[in-house]
T-cell receptor, first 113, second 113 residues
Framework: DVKVTQSSRYLVKRTGEKVFLECVQDMDHENMFWYRQDPGLGLRLIYFSYDVKMKEKGDIPEGYSVSREKKERFSLILESASTNQTSMYLC????????????FGPGTRLTVL | GQQVMQIPQYQHVQEGEDFTTYCNSSTTLSNIQWYKQRPGGHPVFLIQLVKSGEVKKQKRLTFQFGEAKKNSSLHITATQTTDVGTYFCAGPDYGGSQGNLIFGKGTKLSVKP
């Protein structure tokens, strides 16, 4: 059974903290994605990666960075968390091109106080 | 830029009534995907349509891809409480790198028993 796992289901951090969200997939997918989901705004792409050490900015990359040192792992980093980054963060992965089915992780609900 | 729009944003139905959500793209798509997200869950892939005019059925769900490959619809016959959730359509992002999808904002379906 294919799987995308995320390091935490719920996370509470303080303003200014550095936050790491980890995502691991076991399907040998080339592509990995980080989205944030807010009510009424749908899924907004933060960053994605189509290969190890490769990354591309999505629609809302400001305040975030990513790391992909291994094919199965894609990390989202909030360098200095702010309250407007309180959100649900979803990781997804898929095979290469053309864009195939995306498999999503369970999500991390991050609250920044 | 490329956009994928969905209507309606919300739909409340009585159990047993039919439901339809519509998806429109600003560009011609090579394929379109549909996802369902249950309350508290993550998006799960339902189906992909590839051919112009294609119609696919999954039990009570009927998916259509328009002749011009710029619009799609999902129709649920005789809704049940298990249909509750948010339905997203998504198409390939031609402005970005390979492997990326653009998601509509989703239609949130609630079903009154």
């Amino acid at each position: 059974d294919v799987k995308v796992t995320q390091s935490s289901r719920y996370l509470v951090k303080r303003t200014g903290e550095k936050v790491f969200l980890e995502c691991v997939q076991d399907m040998d997918h080339e592509n990995m994605f980080w989205y944030r989901q807010d009510p009424g705004l749908g899924l907004r792409l933060i960053y994605f990666s189509y290969d190890v050490k490769m990354k591309e900015k999505g629609d809302i990359p400001e305040g975030y960075s990513v790391s992909r040192e291994k094919k199965e792992r894609f990390s989202l980093i909030l360098e200095s968390a702010s309250t407007n980054q309180t959100s649900m963060y979803l990781c997804a992965s898929s095979f290469g091109t053309p864009p195939g089915e995306q498999f999503f992780g369970p999500g991390t609900r991050l609250t920044v106080l | 830029g490329q956009q994928v729009m969905q209507i309606p944003q919300y739909q409340h139905v009585q159990e047993g009534e039919d439901f339809t959500t519509y998806c429109n793209s600003s560009t011609t798509l090579s394929n379109i995907q549909w996802y369902k997200q249950r309350p508290g869950g993550h998006p799960v892939f339902l189906i992909q349509l590839v051919k112009s005019g294609e119609v696919k059925k999954q039990k009570r769900l009927t998916f259509q891809f328009g002749e011009a490959k710029k619009n799609s619809s999902l129709h649920i016959t005789a809704t049940q409480t298990t249909d509750v959730g948010t339905y997203f359509c998504a198409g390939p992002d031609y402005g970005g790198s390979q492997g990326n999808l653009i998601f509509g904002k989703g239609t949130k379906l609630s079903v009154k028993p």
